[in-house]
């Protein structure tokens, strides 16, 4: 980041201290996982509760993820305790492992994610929260990485991949636009350490985006994992559509809408993650392959 990266690392210890002073708490050990590039540590309160501090590097979006937590008072969210806009700083409860590392079944965390999302769901618009236009977003992702990356999968997934990105842009005025996560996975999903309110699958999410988009988008993500299972899967087709319908039914979503955005989504990950120089890119592009029968 130059030199606001520079700056924000030079102020980093006074902000801490700051922070400690008002917020009344002990700094403790970082946590791994995450964001490399925010830092996240376990902090003592002068209470003697547990609680957790992430400070992020400047980013706009930020503000955005704090006000989507904040608006969500614990449901389905990570409980805030405290937060500062301008020093890009919460203060949360302290949670515990990540659906990724604790339930190794799909269908399992397919249920947990769709029942954590409905909670999440319900986080009243405010005024700020973004409109984009995703389908495009993506659709223009996808056309700019590709060549530049070599055209790492066939021409026939983009096309797939660009022909639900328009119908998805096509039905975004048709369709109720809610506060989305924007990045439900199984990463994302901590385990609450006691049973509360506003948690009852046992999970919340943390670091979401805060955009205004169709429900269908966060459980397009929801659909685009399971790289391992469908490069294993005798049938992937089967087994993703499997997947879609078990999501379908969980949270009464149109089954189409949400095999297009997975299907979007898997391609453009795919891309991303190349493009990064991150190789399990190819898994995402992979499957997309095996999806369609390529």
Known sequence: MGTIG????????????????????????????????NLVLRVRCNDGGDAVLKVCVPDPTVVDEIQTIAA???????????????????????????????????????????????LAWSVP??????????????????????????????????????TYASRRADAHNRTELVVCHSDPHPGNALAVTTPRAG????????????????????LGVVLRGWCTELLVAEDAAATA??????????????????????????????????SLGIGWGTMYLDSAERVVGG
């Open 6 to 37: 520079e700056e924000w690392l030079a102020a980093l210890p006074d902000v801490l201290a700051d922070l400690a002073r008002r917020w009344s708490f002990v700094l403790g050990a970082p946590l791994a996982g995450g964001n490399g590039a």
């Open 72 to 118: 969500a008072h614990g449901r389905g969210y990570v409980r805030l305790l405290a937060h500062d806009l301008s020093r890009y700083a919460m203060l949360q409860e302290p949670l515990g492992p990540s659906m990724h590392d604790t339930t190794p079944s799909p269908e399992r965390s397919i249920d947990l994610l769709c029942e954590t999302l409905d």
């Open 125 to 162: 618009r405010p005024a700020s929260a973004t409109v984009l236009d995703r389908a495009g977003q993506l659709s223009a992702l996808i056309e700019a990485l590709w060549p530049t990356l070599g055209r790492p999968c066939s021409p026939a997934i983009v096309e797939r991949a660009q």
């Open 199 to 218: 948690a009852e699958s046992g999970y919340v999410f943390v670091d979401p985006d805060g955009l205004l988009v169709e429900r269908a988008y966060d």
């Open 241 to 274: 559509s499997g997947y879609c319908q078990r999501i379908a039914a969980a949270t009464g979503v149109d089954a189409e809408a949400i095999w297009e955005w997975g299907f979007i989504q898997r391609v453009s990950t795919g891309l991303w993650l190349l």
